[in-house]
């Protein structure tokens, strides 16, 4: 991708509908190969107890690690979200953050696998943290991955 696409990738994903509405802020670093994402406790955005609405809280880690390995394995690979599931682990309030990264040794070990003709499906965490660096929650990911001229495994 070129560098006036990541730069729109992350303006976009700054003013996408869901995001706003969350008060989600995504940063990235230049190459795309991690994304700092945050998110303010707004009035818009708790629960009824007043700290951060879960599908708020998951929103904020929607398509990282999907993004990172579109970017990073190129355009020859289908990369799908898969499943995901969160584990909340206390009340978030004021900002809370998340940090995505694959390591490039991780995305080499993906490519290999799906260039010997079949599906790969890694498994990645993250933890949601608050500013303190209080645990908030855990987001785990199951992407899909395959070369686009592998034949799909049914």
Request: net charge positive; glycine share 8%.
């Amino acid at each position: 991708m070129a560098l006036f696409d990541r730069r729109w990738l992350i303006r976009l994903l700054n003013i996408y509908p869901p995001y706003v509405g969350a008060g989600v802020r995504v940063r990235s670093s230049p190459d795309l190969r991690t994304f700092d994402v945050r998110m303010k406790l707004r009035w818009w955005n708790r629960n009824y107890v007043g700290t951060h609405f879960g599908g708020s809280l998951y929103s904020l880690c929607d398509p990282f690690f999907m993004l990172l390995l579109i970017e990073q394995l190129g355009r020859n690979y289908i990369v799908w979200d898969k499943a995901a599931t969160i584990r909340f682990r206390r009340p978030g309030k004021g900002t809370v953050h998340a940090t995505f990264h694959i390591p490039p040794e991780k995305v080499e070990e993906i490519r290999a696998a799906a260039d010997r003709g079949g599906k790969v499906e890694p498994l990645f965490t993250v933890e949601v943290k608050d500013d303190r660096g209080n645990l908030v929650a855990e987001v785990e990911k199951l992407l899909y991955v395959r070369r686009k001229d592998a034949n799909p495994i049914p």
